[in-house]
Structure formats: structure tokens, C-alpha cells
T-cell receptor, first 115, second 112 residues
């Protein structure tokens, strides 16, 4: 399968714990995005990478959140000191940007539940 | 006011009906327009992609973009029960780093 993959698919954690999610994009894609989606809402942008450089972060990404994309391949999203409000689906997407092409392809998501 | 407005529905139609889904937006800089289908507890699946204005057809799906009215549509012909899902509109521009803004999604139910 050559699509975007995410791991784990589900994560249950207790408030105050740290969690880390992984995303493997489509191999030839140069951009990688993280989104958060809560029930009944569309995905909300968190951050994106062009190769290994993190180029933009949403104000939703508090200092408890950090993302990396070492060597421009897979990416990790870490949440420190989780709060109940962090419970959501965390989605990763990748794309290959050209002048007229901008399709983003999403992974299956990681569903986080903070108890 | 949200940058992208989409009626959350739910929208319920009989099998075989033509479905019309719509979004309005406020940012005239948007150039890239997408429709995603999302089944429950799954990631969004790209259905249609349009650059700038115009129509695009793919099988039973037709996407329309009217930039003068800031209005986009997705039409589904001969709807099937398997089309029952949430449909998300999304849009972006090459300013601001191609950040994509999504609508809230419209829940569609196609009854057999």
C-alpha cells in the first residue's frame, strides 16, 4: 500500500501523560501536514513541513505540542502533559506541490482519548 | 464569520437521487478547491480537486467552482447507499503556505 499511514490508530492515555504519534507520508511527497478533528467539525490545521523544515504552526499548537520531520521522511507529533481537551482525531496528510497541483492525501488518523 | 461555511445537514435522500452539496467562502485568495468524503472514524478521502474556477466531472461526481460568487458545489448523480458519508469541502491558496481550510462537513444518508 502506497498511501499515508499513521500509527497508532487508537491511543487511550491518562491526563498528564505524554503521547507521540507517527505519520509516514506517500514517499515522493514533499509536504506533510498535521490536522486535528473533533466530532462534527472539519479538520483544523496544526502545522506543516516542506521536506524537513517546519514552515508554519497554527495558534492551536500550544507549547505542549511539538512536531518533527527528521530527514524529510516520516513525522512525529508529540503532546506533552495531555489534557482532556486534547481528545480528538489527529490526521496526517501529504502532498506534492506544483504550480497547479495541490491534492492532499490523508492517512486513517490516530484517535486520542484522554481520560 | 468562518472562512468556509458548510451546512452540516444531515441530508437524507432516496437511492438514485441527485445530491447537491455546497459551500460558501469569504477569502477571495482561495485558488484550490477540494471535496473529501469521510466515513465514520476514517480519514478523509479525496474525491475531487479543482484549480481556480470551472467544472470538473469524474464518473457520478461533478464539482463546480464559482469564484465570483465564492460558492462551490458537488453533485452526485445516481446516489447509492455506499455514498452515505460526511462530505467535506476544503480550499487553499498559494499564499500563507497552502494552509487548507475545511468546512464542517455535510452528513449524507442515501436510503435504499
Amino acid at each position: 500500500d502506497t498511501g499515508v499511514s499513521q500509527d497508532p490508530r487508537h491511543k487511550i492515555t491518562k491526563r498528564g501523560q505524554n503521547v507521540t504519534f507517527r505519520c509516514d507520508p506517500i514517499s515522493e511527497h514533499n509536504r506533510l501536514y498535521w490536522y486535528r478533528q473533533t466530532l462534527g467539525q472539519g479538520p483544523e490545521f496544526l502545522t506543516y513541513f516542506q521536506n524537513e523544515a517546519q514552515l508554519e504552526k497554527s495558534r492551536l499548537l500550544s507549547d505542549r505540542f511539538s512536531a518533527e520531520r527528521p530527514k524529510g521522511s516520516f513525522s512525529t507529533l508529540e503532546i506533552q502533559r495531555t489534557e482532556q481537551g486534547d481528545s480528538a482525531m489527529y490526521l496526517c496528510a501529504s502532498s506534492f506541490i506544483t504550480a497547479t497541483s495541490y491534492e492532499q492525501y490523508f492517512g486513517p488518523g490516530t484517535r486520542l482519548t484522554v481520560t | 464569520q468562518k472562512e468556509v461555511e458548510q451546512d452540516p445537514g444531515p441530508l437524507s435522500v432516496p437511492e438514485g437521487a441527485i445530491v447537491s452539496l455546497n459551500c460558501t467562502y469569504s477569502n477571495s485568495a482561495f485558488q484550490y478547491f477540494m471535496w473529501y468524503r469521510q466515513y465514520s472514524r476514517k480519514g478523509p478521502e479525496l474525491l475531487m480537486y479543482t484549480y481556480s474556477s470551472g467544472n470538473k466531472e469524474d464518473g457520478r461526481f461533478t464539482a463546480q467552482v464559482d469564484k465570483s460568487s465564492k460558492y462551490i458545489s458537488l453533485f452526485i448523480r445516481d446516489s447509492q447507499p455506499s455514498d452515505s458519508a460526511t462530505y467535506l469541502c476544503a480550499m487553499s491558496s498559494n499564499t500563507g503556505g497552502f494552509k487548507t481550510i475545511f468546512g464542517a462537513g455535510t452528513r449524507l444518508f442515501v436510503k435504499a
